[in-house]
Nanobody
Framework: QVQLVESGGGFVQAGGSLRLSCARS????????MAWFRQTPGKEREFAAA????????AYADSVKGRFTISRDNAKKTVYLQMNSLKPDGTAVYYC??????????????????WGQGTQVTVSS
């Protein structure tokens, strides 16, 4: 089993910044990718950003490109999402995800088999 624990969510005004963290523990997997998705009530979970095992490949949703940055520290088994210039439509529950069978920066939720419990981000206008 793999456990993911997110932190860093909260309340911020539009234009502000937040940094999310996701710590991974449990089953050791040699290579694995990690990603952030987000979801608002009544909507499908949507892709935000992903990073490959080595950190050499990243992918971003068009809606966050240029404002969000995903990074990882494999020694700490942690992935980060730096969110700058936040907009009210960034209000969502943000979920960390990892895959035990993929090593790239896949943007599809079906490529991830473990998920965190989510952390709420609220952006006020």
């Amino acid at each position: 089993q793999v456990q993911l624990v997110e932190s860093g969510g909260g309340f911020v005004q539009a234009g502000g910044s937040l940094r999310l963290s996701c710590a991974r523990s449990g089953r050791a997997v040699r290579t694995y990718n990690m990603a952030w998705f987000r979801q608002t009530p009544g909507k499908e979970r949507e892709f935000a950003a992903a990073i490959s095992w080595g950190g050499d490949r990243t992918a971003y949703a068009d809606s966050v490109k240029g404002r969000f940055t995903i990074s990882r520290d494999n020694a700490k088994k942690t992935v980060y999402l730096q969110m700058n210039s936040l907009k009210p439509d960034g209000t969502a529950v943000y979920y960390c995800a990892t895959s035990t069978f993929r090593g790239g920066a896949e943007p599809n939720a079906k490529d991830y088999d473990y998920w965190g419990q989510g952390t709420q981000v609220t952006v006020s206008s």
